[in-house]
């Protein structure tokens, strides 16, 4: 089993970038496929980015096409969140997870806040 830990949220301004990142513990990261959601108040939950490892395959939503970017760095077991061009759309919870690749996405981390200001 293994526990993901997001950090690096924060308050920007729009127009700024952010770096989030998820630590895995427990196991490594790169026999599963991994992603970033996001949860905005009194909206769906949304996929933000997938990235898996074994394959190096990467899918991007297309509100944040262009402007993120996900990354995996298998030494420090740590999936990354490079936001840029923050808009106030982009105010939510972002939280990481991890799945076998091929069924769904079972292992969340607790999320961290990330607020977009005007």
């Known amino acids: 089993q293994v526990q993901l830990a997001e950090s690096g949220g924060g308050l920007v301004q729009a127009g700024d970038s952010l770096t989030l990142s998820c630590t895995a513990s427990?196991?490594?990261?790169?026999?599963?496929?991994t992603a970033w959601f996001r949860q905005a108040p009194g909206k769906e939950r949304e996929l933000v980015a997938s990235?898996?490892?074994?394959?190096?395959?990467?899918r991007y939503a297309d509100s944040v096409e262009g402007r993120f970017t996900v990354s995996g760095d298998s030494a420090k077991r740590t999936l990354n969140l490079q936001m840029s061009t923050l808009k106030p759309d982009d105010t939510a919870v972002y939280l990481c997870?991890?799945?076998?690749?091929?069924?769904?996405?079972?292992?969340w981390g607790q999320g961290t806040q990330v607020t977009v200001s005007s």
């Open positions: 997870a991890a799945a076998r690749i091929g069924y769904d996405y079972i292992y």
């Open positions: 427990g196991r490594p990261l790169s026999p599963y496929s």
């Open positions: 990235f898996t490892w074994m394959s190096g395959r990467i």
